[in-house]
């Protein structure tokens, strides 16, 4: 197993989807994952190799966990944030909410995407 750090495997891995070297990336996605996985990166990046290569069914299956860690995450910093005293949906001191509120969209239309594959 390789001692590069997780995010410079995920970028590598991101970068053989780029390539269309698909299985290699599905291969490092699911190493990253292996160790990391609540990684919405991988999960996501997974998902796209999978649909890439014509898998709906296992690129909606990452997309789906990927969506379920996200949604996690968002209610996660919306409660930090209100407990630091901001009240509204979206905490404009950080762009931590708005990363993951970005994802769930995305990810909801991934889904769509596959489901009509």
């Given at each position: 197993?390789?001692?590069?750090?997780?995010?410079?495997?995920?970028?590598?891995?991101?970068?053989?989807?780029?390539?269309?070297?698909?299985?290699?990336?599905?291969?490092?996605?699911?190493?990253?994952?292996?160790?990391h996985?609540?990684?919405?990166?991988?999960?996501?990046?997974?998902?796209l190799?999978y649909?890439t290569?014509?898998?709906?069914?296992?690129?909606?299956?990452?997309?789906?966990?990927?969506?379920?860690?996200?949604?996690s995450?968002l209610?996660?910093?919306?409660?930090?944030?209100?407990?630091?005293?901001?009240?509204?949906?979206?905490?404009?001191?950080?762009?931590?909410?708005?990363?993951?509120?970005?994802?769930?969209?995305?990810?909801?239309?991934?889904?769509?995407?596959?489901?009509?594959?």
């Amino acid at each position: 197993m390789s001692t590069m750090p997780a995010a410079e495997k995920i970028g590598q891995a991101w970068r053989m989807h780029r390539d269309n070297d698909n299985n290699r990336a599905i291969q490092m996605f699911n190493d990253i994952l292996a160790t990391h996985p609540e990684s919405v990166d991988a999960l996501y990046g997974l998902g796209l190799a999978y649909k890439t290569n014509g898998e709906a069914a296992e690129a909606a299956r990452a997309f789906e966990q990927a969506l379920s860690i996200a949604k996690s995450a968002l209610s996660a910093v919306r409660q930090t944030s209100q407990a630091e005293g901001h009240h509204s949906g979206n905490d404009l001191e950080t762009n931590v909410d708005d990363r993951y509120m970005m994802l769930s969209r995305m990810l909801k239309q991934r889904i769509e995407t596959v489901a009509q594959s």
